[in-house]
């Protein structure tokens, strides 16, 4: 997974996907200082890209849920790359939304799945893990059994790890907050200055910077 990791790193930050400011922070819609902001959408118009992050995603699910039968994606980041996959596996293909429909059917889940039926969930981004989670939530609560999760990257927030560990859910990641720094600091794309600064945000993102308005 470590050059794997290395690679995905690499194509995120070259395309700005991933961008990096300990110095001139970002602020989320959260309210949350963050040196960095994550918009993995943007690999979708990079078609050697796109391709890439979807092959690796196709054979790691594979290799890790074989008796697969359908893949979700999270709406709306993974909407399109969850499509991608589906297709390139030969499955059916549904997505989540984070609210029910106010109007017609009300549904929470778009497309066809039968109860029973064995899902693997596609997610762009893993922040705190909330989103994601609810998404399984309404899948099981369909009465289907979801074998695990695939995102493209994490931050490696400690509740999101406590709160998939609590809700049994396997997760797997084609990069993560460590592998992108690893990354950007081999091709000086921070200093070892930033280093720690970028580890005290991961540890407490919601008090660091507070100072700043």
Known sequence: MKVLEKAVAEKLLKIKA???QPRNPFTWASGWKSPIYCDNRK???YPQI?????????RLILELYPDVEVIAGVATGAIAQGALVADALGLPFIYIRPTPKDHGLENMIEGDLRPGQKVVVIEDLISTGGSSLKAVDAIRNDGSEVLGMVAIFSYGFPVAERRFKAAKVKLTTLCNYDSVLAEALATNYIAVDDIETLKEWRENPAEWRKDLK
Do not use: A, G
């Open 43 to 45: 690999t979708l118009s």
């Open 18 to 20: 991933v961008k990096l």
């Open 50 to 58: 796109r391709t890439f992050i979807k092959v690796e995603i196709s």
